[in-house]
């Protein structure tokens, strides 16, 4: 059977653990034909960014077009977008409705801590997301708020939405100082469950025993994930990874609620593959391909 057909516009990471690569493996993992738009050049790899080359706008216009000119796109997923100029010129395919399905990921920070992007040309793309995928760090700069605990997700979910995504999912991937903060009951729900009031004060990346949390928005509704938190430091290019698998779930027919919660099990699977891997000094990729993620 012809697979859907996935596009991602993103940069390329030469580590191969985020960004363009990291969505073509996961495109292809979960049972789509991936497609890409580069829209910059990373010199990186596990132990950061040593140097960043954004590609003019007519280049990445020349590939949309051919890319959209040929292959019928059921979803298209955006990282890394180089510039504001960059942003616009998918900003423009997306309002000529040519960006079915589109999932925007707002990078702006590399877990390495590197700029990679600014929050001028994540605006200019908001309007037209279906879903949004930003982690804390990243909707507290769009908002210019802070956003830490699961109710503050919840409210930043919200907001977010109100700039145009249909859903917003805020990611809690990052492990903050000692716990995931929130108010209420620390116990129950599996992924799915409905309580933002809920997220408990788990344990850190480092302590098998944690919970990553993350929080989606759609039509009013907010939905707490809960997963197990790996412990590890293969951790790079999670949030491209979850962004890339929301995208080839929708491609399949998933609605928003679903798709997410199935990308979040992917992670968590792929993170689980690669936690005994040792690949680089810093952070390493995940397992896309490997036997936790079937
Ligand atoms: N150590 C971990 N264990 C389990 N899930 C994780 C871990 N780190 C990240 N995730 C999950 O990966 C997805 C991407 O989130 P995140 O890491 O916050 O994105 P980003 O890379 O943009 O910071 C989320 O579903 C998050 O909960
Ligand atoms: C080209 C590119 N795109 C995106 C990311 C963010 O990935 P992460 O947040 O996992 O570092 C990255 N490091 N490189």
């Known amino acids: 059977m012809t697979p859907p057909v996935l596009l991602s516009v993103a940069g390329s990471d030469s580590g191969g653990g985020a960004g363009i690569q990291a969505d073509l493996k996961t495109f292809a993992a979960l049972g789509g034909y991936g497609t890409c738009v580069l829209t910059a050049v990373t010199a990186q790899n596990t132990r950061g ?123 809690g991937g990052d492990p903050p100082a000692g716990t995931v903060p929130g108010a209420g009951d620390p116990g129950g729900g599996g992924p799915g469950a409905g309580d933002p009031g809920g997220a408990g004060g788990g344990p850190d990346a480092g302590d098998p025993g944690g919970e990553a949390v993350d929080v989606l928005w759609t039509g009013g509704t907010v939905t707490v994930l809960r997963g197990p938190r790996v412990p590890t430091r293969h951790n790079h290019g999670t949030g491209c990874t979850f962004a890339a698998a929301v995208a080839t779930r929708l491609a399949l027919g998933d609605p928003v609620p679903a798709a997410v919660r199935a990308a979040k099990r992917y992670v968590t699977r792929a993170l689980t593959g690669a936690r005994d891997w040792e690949l680089g000094a810093g952070s390493g990729p995940l397992d896309h391909f490997g036997p936790a993620t079937r």
């Open 49 to 171: 960014v040593d140097a960043v080359l954004p590609l003019p706008p007519r280049t990445v216009t020349e590939q949309l077009e051919a890319v959209l000119s040929d292959f019928p796109v059921r979803a298209v997923k955006t990282g890394m977008l180089g510039s504001p100029a960059v942003a616009d010129v998918v900003a423009g395919a997306a309002r000529a409705g040519r960006l079915p399905n589109l999932v925007v990921d707002p990078v702006l920070v590399a877990t390495s801590g590197h700029r990679l992007g600014v929050v001028d040309a994540v605006r200019r793309l908001l309007p037209y997301a279906m879903v949004a995928t930003p982690n804390r760090s990243e909707a507290a700069a769009i908002l210019g708020i802070e956003v830490r605990t699961v109710e503050q997700m919840a409210a930043a979910a919200e907001r977010l939405a109100g700039s145009g995504p249909a859903a917003v999912v805020i990611t």
